[in-house]
């Protein structure tokens, strides 16, 4: 199983950035994905979580209106757009695949977000 995370960089305070995370070797249909952050020194935090069909959707209250998670079951990848950046933002940012059954859990390795100007 491989989740591959991609899309991060620099941006300035006030833009936008949208994340992607391929999965391989799962049947992605059949997981809930979500999104986790680290920032330097803190512990991994919530971001967003999808069901596996992609009618159920939940954020974190530090997200909420600014960022949108969706998914594509056929392209296998679900996608983290973010609106609105902040420095408080700044993290490696996860993709987290969580079996609808609850028998397996993956992680990606992760993409840098840094917000600056």
């Known amino acids: 199983v491989q989740l591959v995370e991609s899309g991060g960089g620099l941006v300035q305070p006030g833009g936008s950035l949208r994340l992607s995370c391929a999965a391989s070797g799962l049947t992605f249909s059949s997981y809930f994905m979500s999104w986790f952050r680290q920032a330097p020194g803190k512990e991994r935090e919530y971001v967003a979580r999808i069901s596996s069909g992609g009618n159920r959707i939940n954020y974190a209250d530090s997200v909420k209106g600014r960022f949108v998670i969706s998914r594509d079951n056929v392209k296998n990848t679900v996608y983290l757009q973010m609106n609105s950046l902040k420095p408080e933002d700044t993290a490696v940012y996860y993709c987290?695949?969580?079996?609808?059954?609850?028998?397996?859990?993956?992680w990606g390795q992760g993409t840098q977000v840094t917000v600056s100007s």
């Open positions: 987290k695949a969580d079996h609808f059954a609850a028998t397996n859990t993956y």
